[in-house]
């Protein structure tokens, strides 16, 4: 059974900082684009950073500068480093990957929790 399974979350003052990880686990022959949504109470599912396989990364402007997406093709991990959180980086945090097994498919990780307390 294949699966993304997210850890890292959890509650910090804002200013502060935390570090997400996305693990793709089973039969899994390679893994393509990753990325990281989130999705806040009352709001829309939004992505707020992606990485290809080759490394090449994309940002929600909200998160320019703060956020930095990584992977470690050799663990099929991925990571999201949060710096500086803001009190409306708050959200249930989710990871999404392209992976190879039969054949390519998108999976959603179960999401994890972020709460910035000001």
């Known amino acids: 059974q294949v699966q993304l399974v997210e850890s890292g979350g959890g509650l910090v003052q804002a200013g502060g900082s935390l570090r997400l990880s996305c693990v793709a686990s089973?039969?899994?022959?390679?893994?393509?684009?990753m990325g990281w949504y989130r999705q806040a109470p009352g709001k829309q599912r939004e992505l707020v950073a992606g990485i290809t396989r080759d490394g090449s990364t994309n940002y929600a402007d909200s998160v320019k500068g703060r956020f930095t997406i990584s992977r470690d093709n050799a663990k099929n991990t991925g990571y999201l480093q949060m710096k500086n959180l803001k009190p409306e980086d708050t959200a249930v945090y989710y990871c999404?990957?392209?992976?190879?097994?039969?054949?390519?498919?998108?999976?959603w990780g179960q999401g994890t929790q972020i709460t910035v307390s000001s």
């Open positions: 999404k990957a392209q992976l190879f097994r039969a054949g390519w498919s998108w999976y």
């Open positions: 089973g039969s899994i022959v390679s893994i393509n684009d």
